[in-house]
């Protein structure tokens, strides 16, 4: 059947976001079986969402402040059909969106759509209107569509795989916590295990949140997740993030060869001059 298919998304906080991610799927021209909502968080009213057009089942985890891996995983093991859309509560999807990533989904490969970027949290999930608005991620302008890519550029915002290549790898590292690098650590397994990414036309509107550039208010979640990557496979991931670390003393700069330390916490003005106001 076209619908036999899941979706997951996990949320902590952003109802606003989530109310429009579940309305574009709603005006989205293919509908799931199911979304699955997986709450970092206690319940709450907004636990109770239902929808006309799909099951809404929620789920909750909320052992930890940011319990991301365990989240995803257990929103992909609650889905019941062997197709899985994993969308980020940020996102608004355009109404071509699931039947473009369903129809190049297959065994061994990973689908991942366009994204472009809204500059604000919409007041409405209205797909057209929105797309007027938003802006492209200039880095990933010249990538080739309907196309492989290279696994440097899988993003987790959304992304489409069989149940059974999830399990394969394993899903998403419990090892990691918090913000940072787990996403890095998901994308090299699924390169190790043979996968392939491809990359559609149709896309995805991110809402607005704000971002720091180092992200130095996630300091010790990357740090501590960098040094399990690197246990893992020989290297360390986001160095250009770790290299501004270190131009900033916030860690050793020697870390290559003497392992990765925290060297002072940044300061609060420090955090709020790091804000960045770009969309992406």
């Known amino acids: 059947m076209r619908n036999e298919f899941s979706i997951v998304t996990i949320?902590?906080?952003?109802?606003?976001?989530?109310?429009?991610?579940?309305?574009?799927?709603?005006?989205?021209?293919?509908?799931?079986?199911?979304?699955?909502?997986?709450?970092?968080?206690?319940?709450?009213?907004?636990?109770?969402?239902?929808?006309?057009?799909?099951?809404?089942?929620?789920?909750?985890?909320?052992?930890?402040?940011?319990?991301?891996?365990?989240?995803?995983?257990?929103?992909?093991?609650?889905?019941?059909?062997?197709?899985?859309?994993?969308?980020?509560?940020?996102?608004?999807?355009?109404?071509?969106?699931?039947?473009?990533?369903?129809?190049?989904?297959?065994?061994?490969?990973?689908?991942?759509?366009?994204?472009?970027?809204?500059?604000?949290?919409?007041?409405?999930?209205?797909?057209?209107?929105?797309?007027?608005?938003?802006?492209?991620?200039?880095?990933?302008?010249?990538m080739p569509l309907n196309a492989d890519v290279d696994f440097s550029k899988f993003k987790t915002l959304a992304f489409a795989m069989n149940k059974t290549d999830f399990e394969t790898?394993?899903?998403?590292?419990?090892a990691f916590h918090g913000y940072?690098?787990?996403?890095?650590?998901?994308?090299?397994?699924?390169e190790a295990a043979g996968l392939r990414l491809h990359l559609i036309p149709e896309e995805v509107l991110h809402q607005y949140h704000p971002t720091f550039d180092p992200p130095i208010n996630h300091l010790f979640d990357i740090v501590n997740n960098a040094s399990v990557f690197k246990q893992k496979w020989g290297r360390y991931p986001l160095e250009q993030c770790l290299k501004k670390f270190a131009d900033e003393g916030l860690i050793n700069p020697d870390y290559q060869e003497a392992g990765l330390r925290v060297r002072r916490m940044p300061s609060q003005e420090e955090i709020h001059a790091h804000l960045s106001i770009k969309p992406f």
């Open 11 to 142: 949320v902590k906080g952003r109802l606003r976001q989530l109310s429009n991610l579940i309305g574009s799927i709603e005006n989205a021209k293919l509908h799931p079986k199911e979304l699955i909502v997986v709450w970092m968080a206690p319940p709450c009213s907004e636990s109770l969402m239902t929808s006309d057009h799909f099951a809404i089942h929620h789920k909750f985890v909320a052992n930890e402040p940011l319990p991301i891996a365990k989240a995803r995983n257990k929103g992909f093991h609650a889905c019941s059909t062997s197709r899985v859309i994993y969308m980020d509560v940020d996102c608004i999807c355009s109404p071509e969106l699931f039947e473009g990533m369903l129809s190049c989904l297959s065994d061994k490969r990973v689908v991942i759509p366009q994204i472009r970027y809204l500059s604000s949290i919409p007041e409405c999930a209205d797909y057209h209107l929105l797309a007027t608005q938003a802006t492209g991620d200039p880095a990933s302008e010249w």
């Open 180 to 190: 940072g690098v787990g996403d890095v650590d998901f994308a090299s397994r699924c």
């Open 169 to 174: 790898v394993d899903g998403f590292d419990e």
